[in-house]
């Protein structure tokens, strides 16, 4: 009966055809309706979490995911499915990290801790040395040389958890973990603990990767739960207090990976491309459930739910799973060369790396030949369309995939998701399905669904 | 340094004074980083919950959550805090379910039930029928009473997932559990099965309350998981399925409860009231952490965070935690008897009964004097202050502790958190604290401590 429907709405012979505000309005209630029955992107993430599990960068796990994801594609009937090559770098952990304070007040105590991403192993045996604890790189940067040389720094500046939003509070603490080892390294540093980024008190550390270099000296560092972050800073406090580091981490050979991608071709202006995507690496800790596994069953079930309403749409729309996100943005960089070498035309790109929450809407920011506000004002006149379903436009998103498309596209648009969860999982070993609800990540798709069919309908302009 | 601040703009003298739309903007800013920060509503929801735990009307934990709720209101430095003795139906579950379907087919399979709220227990020994499916109380009432006779009535609809929000999914299919019952009873069924009331597709039987008359025959009555509902139907799709029922519920006399209240005096018109509410008992299952032991901590904190502030109301704030929204609304409709006879006027009842997710809004109804849409309309020029933390206005709303205040209310209001998950936990085992995250809980604190001082500032009509 549905489908009935639809074909009268989108008869291959009027492909391409403007539908009306209340078909639309119409469509839009169906494919919410679907999405939250079928659960989809719930089954994929599934398949994703537990038989591939978390697949960082160059690792089995991601080679198995460009498979799993390449070959479900493949049954949606798209018009072409391919594998985009990219070089990635190619880490490893190499074994648990093993980190004690040892505390005049308090003994030696293990603490819980992760290497971070890209940082390279302590010398066998470790390193040991008292620990500075500073609050800023500023802080760090305005201590003399001498005063480092030699220790371990300890960035213990908590995310500020009374920001409205937790993307906030990442972004206005994230700068130790991905600069502060480089900084204690220029200064002679032999190693450095941060604080994990996360919005819980408890027992998890947060890795996530952090900025190596040829020219300068790259040493150890490793992310503390943030009750141990406490538990060390109560230490220092009561007297000097070092520190003993042991990690294993490498950095091997650069390594042959994939962007996935598939796409339904325009009927209209078949040139002109609205991309959907996320990330299909993650960290080697947890199901990357959260971080990017639900973007990557987002992007899939935009493609697959419009074949099957049928639709055909104006612009050619694509679903990219790009590799590399979290330690090097290798698949970002080689599709936006290719596009860009080939002149393709993004109208819109969105990316869906902000978790599985319940989606309020998209944050919207302007290619290098977009004036912002005339677009934000257009797309106003049709995103009351998606009020009913809790969704608004932001003025402000992204997504650090589809940022080198900048030069050559129209909007670059970031899902967001509701973020009051995100960082309590985000990069650590609690980021497994079990936090995923299947309802929330149905509205995701049906989010990102509806919009596209918006966009290819009313375009980003009048 | 943030209370010098609070103290320029509500100095004692200048009680009750209207803010300025600035400063209220700046108010509501600090409120809600105060409960993100602070997490006071978590901090007491752990104690309700694993301190304490269920606490259905008439027993021990809800005796206990009345004297922790008091004792606890106590220390925020209130007007007045007090008891309203309320006489509860006193009904005891007397052990737990048991059920077995006995399958040609399938064999003998024990389900997982949960007897239903007021149902009446089995004769010892239980009883033992074929089992008659049926989608709804329609498809009941149409079969002769012979062919119901002697039979257990099992409904099998399910909560239509494809609704935007579960609670009208709730709505649509809830008959079967309130009144299902009572209508097998009365056509000569002598028990009675429903799928359980759930969002998902699981193990948890999920209770609630049914019908009891004293006209008519009460039949044992109890709630199959989803899983079962299914195994059971597919059992008696194959041929003629029996269902062995036990069950040991029993009505006892009536006990006495109370409501816990608290109050800040308003000081231009103390005689007009702004209520907030939850209802202090739950089944007696799992914690109540949902249901709804969130809702009285969220209003708890509305207390606690205007006297925190130093806020003196124009109007008088009064938090209500009912007792016995469960099965027999016997606080509600104590308080309105009590509101009524001594003609107080609520300008504004707000419930806090769906749950800690994120809110969305508030869902408002009009007591039998209002203007819905002049009100509606008032509202909608200072509600825009709270738009940055997605909170909107909606028609329709209230709740089930409230609305015997109608005849004599300004605005019948309901809290509107993200409903998603709600239903997943409701009358269940797993409606435990380990559901609700300290944050969203906080965001409902805070939704509802900033609405009600834009409503006490600006009223509800021009």
Chains 1, 2 share one sequence.
């Not at 305005?142 to 371990?152: N, R």
Request: glycine content about 12%.
């Amino acid at each position: 009966m549905r489908l009935i429907l639809f074909c009268l709405l989108l008869l291959p012979g009027i492909a391409g055809a403007q539908l009306t505000i209340d078909s639309t309005a119409f469509l839009i209630r169906d494919i919410y309706r679907q999405s939250y029955t079928e659960l989809k992107a719930y089954e994929w993430l599934t398949t994703l979490c537990k038989d591939i599990g978390h697949r960082l960068s160059g690792s089995e796990g991601a080679e198995r995911a460009v498979e799993w994801s390449k070959s479900t594609m493949d049954t949606f009937g798209l018009d072409k499915v391919w594998l985009q090559p990219t070089l990635v770098p190619h880490w490893e952990r190499g074994g648990n990290a093993q980190v004690i304070m040892i505390s005049p007040e308090y003994g030696a105590q293990t603490l819980m801790a992760l290497a971070l991403g890209n940082s390279p192993g302590t010398p066998k045996g470790g390193v040991r040395a008292e620990v500075i604890e500073v609050q800023t790189i500023d802080e760090l940067r305005a201590m003399p040389d001498e005063k480092v040389k030699g220790k371990i720094i300890f960035f213990n500046r908590a995310m500020d958890m009374g920001q409205l939003n937790t993307f906030a509070a990442y972004g206005n603490a994230a700068d130790q973990r991905y600069s502060g080892p480089h900084v204690a390294g220029y200064k002679g540093a032999v190693g450095v603990a941060i604080r994990s980024l996360s919005s819980r008190q408890d027992d998890y550390p947060h890795t996530g990767s952090t900025f190596v270099s040829d020219t300068s000296r790259n040493i150890p560092s490793v992310a503390l739960s943030t009750n141990d972050a406490v538990r060390l800073s109560k230490a220092i406090k009561a007297g000097p207090t070092e520190l003993f580091i042991e990690t294993h981490g490498k950095m091997l050979e650069d390594k042959m990976s994939y962007n996935v991608i598939g796409e339904i071709k325009g009927t209209i202006s078949p040139d002109t491309i609205i991309l959907v995507g996320g990330h299909l690496d993650s960290w080697d800790v947890g199901d990357g459930a959260q971080d990017d596994g639900s973007g990557c069953v987002h992007s899939m079930e935009v493609l697959y739910r419009l074949k099957k309403i049928n639709y055909k749409p104006r612009y050619t729309i694509r679903c990219v799973l790009f590799m590399n996100e979290e330690n090097g943005l290798r698949g970002g960089l080689t599709y936006a060369d290719s596009a860009i070498s080939k002149n393709e035309f993004h109208m819109v790109a969105i990316e869906s790396d902000g978790g599985a929450g319940m989606p309020t809407g998209f944050g919207v920011s302007a290619g290098e030949h977009t004036k912002l506000d005339e677009a934000l004002s257009h797309m106003g006149t049709f995103i009351s369309l998606l009020e009913p379903y809790g969704i608004g436009l932001f003025p402000g998103g992204g997504g650090a995939d589809i940022g080198p498309l900048k030069p050559k596209a129209g909007l670059l648009i970031g899902l967001r998701p509701q973020s009051a969860r995100y960082f309590d999982y985000h990069h650590a070993d609690n980021d497994v399905l079990e936090t995923v609800h299947p309802r929330e990540l149905a509205a995701g798709s049906a989010a990102l669904t509806t919009f596209i069919i918006l966009l290819d309908q009313y375009g980003i302009y009048k």
